[in-house]
């Protein structure tokens, strides 16, 4: 008895097995659309975060104001554009970007645009400078948001000679949102779709900025290497490892 006993246990095994994400719940999926549903990959992405630059204009750091004598609000400068130090001021407009609040998101955008406009020379070196605001606004995934930020990125590429150039080494932090969003356009039927007049049309504005980029981006870059950012990437780490390997 005890000598078949102790076989018995010897003789037994267990088998345990870890079901992988996705096995224990069984669901029948709906093919692609589901998958970015589960994802939520379109789904906005802003905080209550205070930026960089609502901090310096509540502390009274910036040299602007709202000004609204006339019919129209307008940006008023406590001292002009062109004398001021961009390589403090231009990216801490650009991190206004992100703002959802007024007088901060007016504020911010119009003093981005007369940043630029009034600039020339002094854009370039800031540019390295200007990347992590528009990558951080573009990351929100907010609509009102993306919009103005591929707005100012197509007048930043434009503002000043060889921006376009110089901000080519950068598209890797800047297409992979471009590329999720880039085929987004409103399904509305038969109904006038207004945010076309407004140039608010996230599709259209992605595919604007990527043909500013490529015409203004040198020899450097290709619309292939703008529309397919990840193979790109892919292909260039590729050709590293072989090299490596050789």
Same mark, same amino acid.
């Given at each position: 008895?005890?000598s078949r006993?102790?076989?018995?246990v $010897?003789?037994?095994?267990?088998?345990f097995?870890?079901?992988?994400?996705?096995?224990?719940?069984?669901? *029948?999926s709906?093919?692609?659309g589901d998958v970015y549903?589960?994802?939520k990959?379109?789904?906005?992405a802003?905080t209550n975060e205070?930026?960089?630059f609502k901090?310096?204009y509540?502390?009274?750091?910036?040299?602007?104001?709202?000004?609204?004598?006339g019919?129209?609000?307008?940006?008023?400068?406590k001292?002009?554009?062109e004398v001021?130090?961009?390589h403090?001021?231009l990216? +801490?407009?650009?991190?206004?970007l992100r703002e959802?609040q $007024?007088?901060y998101?007016?504020l911010a955008?119009?003093?981005?645009d007369e940043? *630029?406009?009034q600039?020339?020379?002094?854009i370039?070196?800031?540019?390295p400078q200007?990347? %992590?605001p528009?990558k951080?606004?573009?990351?929100?995934?907010?609509?009102e +948001?993306?919009c103005a930020?591929?707005?100012?990125?197509?007048?930043?590429?434009q503002?000043a000679d060889m +921006?376009?150039?110089? *901000?080519?080494?950068?598209?890797?932090?800047?297409?992979?949102?471009?590329n999720?969003?880039?085929?987004k356009?409103?399904? +509305?039927?038969?109904?006038?779709?207004?945010?076309?007049r407004?140039?608010?049309?996230?599709?259209?504005?992605?595919?604007q900025?990527?043909e500013?980029m490529?015409?203004?981006?040198?020899?450097?870059?290709?619309?292939?290497h703008?529309?397919?950012?990840t %193979?790109?990437?892919?292909? %260039?780490?590729?050709?590293?490892?072989s090299f490596?390997k050789?």
């Amino acid at each position: 008895g005890v000598s078949r006993a102790r076989r018995c246990v $010897e003789e037994t095994c267990f088998f345990f097995f870890q079901a992988e994400d996705g096995i224990r719940d069984f669901c *029948l999926s709906r093919g692609l659309g589901d998958v970015y549903k589960r994802q939520k990959i379109y789904q906005s992405a802003v905080t209550n975060e205070s930026t960089l630059f609502k901090k310096y204009y509540d502390r009274g750091d910036l040299p602007v104001s709202v000004d609204f004598s006339g019919a129209q609000r307008k940006l008023s400068w406590k001292l002009k554009p062109e004398v001021l130090d961009y390589h403090l001021y231009l990216p +801490i407009f650009f991190e206004g970007l992100r703002e959802t609040q $007024e007088p901060y998101r007016f504020l911010a955008n119009r003093g981005c645009d007369e940043l *630029l406009e009034q600039g020339g020379p002094k854009i370039l070196p800031v540019l390295p400078q200007l990347i %992590i605001p528009l990558k951080k606004a573009l990351s929100t995934k907010d609509h009102e +948001i993306m919009c103005a930020t591929l707005k100012k990125i197509q007048k930043l590429i434009q503002s000043a000679d060889m +921006i376009g150039e110089a *901000l080519v080494p950068y598209y890797r932090q800047l297409l992979p949102t471009f590329n999720i969003f880039k085929g987004k356009r409103l399904n +509305i039927g038969d109904k006038v779709d207004y945010s076309q007049r407004k140039n608010e049309n996230l599709g259209d504005l992605i595919q604007q900025t990527l043909e500013v980029m490529e015409k203004h981006g040198g020899e450097a870059v290709s619309y292939t290497h703008l529309t397919l950012p990840t %193979i790109y990437s892919v292909q %260039i780490s590729v050709v590293a490892v072989s090299f490596k390997k050789k």
